[in-house]
């Protein structure tokens, strides 16, 4: 049994190398925004309540995404682990997290941290571009129509250098403290994210024991 959490900047590539780690491992993948439109969607308690939150434009409480994801790690299908993808995003929903996986005699095996210069995720996600049929994620590089359906590639309107940079400045804040948190217990993984996406794969399976 894995069990992982992701860490890293808008930009970096968690994605991508989640994806990766789930089919490599055969792991659970627990996304706090998918399984809290599906809470939402099936109307589960826990969804209720935050389908209020989330109507009159709040942040759904820490206790609402503690319970969703503590509901997700229990369900069947965990055997051989999980990666959290996007939580937690700052210390205290960490030492929740903790509390939360003690209490179930659950542990936390590695906590994957991509790190990319913040100038290169600039760049990146500035001439980022999507599919407007398929959904592909490439870059402007690629040109103005999809290689794989042939239609259009748009830039996404958060996609621009102040959107960027403000989100980076609200990561730096609230989720980058988690890096220190997670070294001082012993699991900390850094990864140079900079490099190819093979590269920086390569170097996730060595951090994780493959």
């Known amino acids: 049994m894995m069990n992982t959490v992701l860490l890293g900047a808008p930009g970096v590539g968690k994605g991508t190398q989640s994806a990766r780690i789930v089919s490599e491992w055969g792991l659970a ?10 809470a939402v969607a099936a109307e589960t308690p826990l969804g209720v309540q935050a389908k209020s939150y989330m109507d009159s434009g709040e942040l759904v409480p820490d206790f609402i995404v503690i319970g969703l994801v503590k509901s997700r790690i229990m369900e069947s299908g965990m055997s051989k682990g999980f990666v959290l993808d996007g939580f937690p995003r700052n ?3 960490a030492a929740a997290l903790d509390r939360e996986l003690e209490d179930m005699g659950v542990s936390l095996d590695a906590v994957i941290n991509i790190d990319v210069p913040r100038d290169l995720i600039v760049q990146r996600l500035t001439t980022r571009r999507a599919c407007e049929a398929c959904g592909r994620i490439t870059s402007a590089s690629e040109g103005s129509n999809c290689v794989s359906c042939g239609a259009a590639l748009i830039q996404r309107s958060d996609d621009n250098e102040a959107t960027v940079r403000n989100r980076l400045a609200v ?10 948190y997670y070294r001082s217990r012993g699991v900390l993984r850094e990864i140079d994210g900079s490099r190819s996406v093979n590269e920086v ?5 060595s951090a994780l024991g493959k």
């Not at 730096?172 to 890096?179: E, M, Q």
């Open 29 to 38: 993948h627990i996304s706090t925004g998918d399984i809290l439109r599906q």
């Open 91 to 93: 210390e205290s929903q």
């Open 171 to 180: 990561y730096d804040r609230a989720t980058a403290p988690l890096i220190n």
């Open 201 to 205: 794969w390569e170097s996730i399976k």
